[in-house]
């Protein structure tokens, strides 16, 4: 994607698995932050929404509207897609979905939505893609009898997804992600899948079927990446990657999941973090 001759807005404001299709009378931004009683962040216009997968059937008009109701009240807005994006009603083809998204996408100055794909700011290199995850080759069968994604997304070849297919998809993310690193410009990265285990709460880290929501990415972190923002599990988390990214998840979730939401907000000039600042995160996290 294009430079584009502006900066990137900060504070950055954080929200994933919002799960729109669960949610058939929102259709905006505000409606949804008064049905999940989220208090509502000051001067929007003079920040940055990021999106961390799972908003959405893009397939609809309810989500359009919804990307709609962002681009107005924000000065930029980040999306990429998660996996419930392509949940199809039909034998709706992973790339058709992308096909709307390319397509419609072309009518918003400020949304950016990323599918293996990057857009530079004159303060920031923001990368963004799924990500998808690469299972180990012992448990595939099991991750495909208890993963919704092998029962309601549909490949590229008409057929229903397999974990070979997310295998393959996680391959070709993380490559393009380890490209967009190697150029050593001050990095965000957004994701729907987390690389790391230490995204995962405590309260599910032992779960065996963990392999589908993480992949351990933490050696290809390079200093120029500072933070990494993601989603797909349903539970707040703020943990640093390395020394110097910092690791960030704020979903919405399914109803009663999560009775506190707050709106993630991400300031930061781009500065080394401090080992002061570092401890102070591992602190906060000991209270969620």
């Not at 990500?131 to 309601?152: C, H, S």
């Amino acid at each position: 994607m294009s430079i584009i001759y502006r900066d990137l807005k900060f504070p950055l404001n954080v929200l994933s698995d919002i799960h729109l299709e669960y949610l058939p009378k929102i259709s905006t931004f505000k409606e949804l932050l008064e049905n999940k009683n989220i208090k509502m962040p000051e001067d929007t216009n003079d920040k940055t929404l990021i999106l961390a997968g799972d908003i959405g059937k893009p397939n609809s008009t309810q989500y359009w509207n919804f990307i709609d109701s962002c681009s107005d009240l924000y000065n930029d807005v980040i999306v990429v897609t998660g996996n419930h994006e392509y949940y199809a009603d039909s034998c709706v083809k992973m790339d058709s979905i992308n096909d709307i998204i390319r397509e419609t996408r072309k009518k918003y100055a400020n949304v950016h939505f990323l599918l293996n794909e990057s857009v530079t700011f004159n303060n920031i290199h923001v990368v963004g893609g799924t990500l998808w995850t690469n299972i180990p080759t012992e448990v595939k069968d099991e991750i495909r009898i208890v993963m919704n994604d092998y029962r309601y997304i549909n490949n590229n070849k008409a057929t229903l997804l397999t974990p070979d297919d997310v295998i393959e998809l996680h391959k070709e993310s993380l490559e393009f992600i380890k490209n967009e690193i190697a150029k050593n410009k001050e990095t965000l990265i957004v994701t729907h899948h987390l690389p790391s285990i230490k995204l995962i709460h405590e309260q599910y880290k032992s779960a065996w079927h963990n392999v589908a929501f993480y992949t351990n990415l933490e050696s290809t972190i390079m200093p120029n990446v500072k933070y990494w923002i993601c989603g797909h599990t349903h539970k707040k988390m703020k943990e640093m990657l390395t020394d110097t990214c910092l690791g960030i998840v704020n979903p919405v979730g399914y109803k009663g999941e999560n009775k506190e939401i707050v709106i993630e907000e991400v300031y930061t000039n781009y500065i080394e973090p401090k080992k002061e600042i570092i401890k102070e995160v591992k602190e906060e996290y000991e209270f969620y």
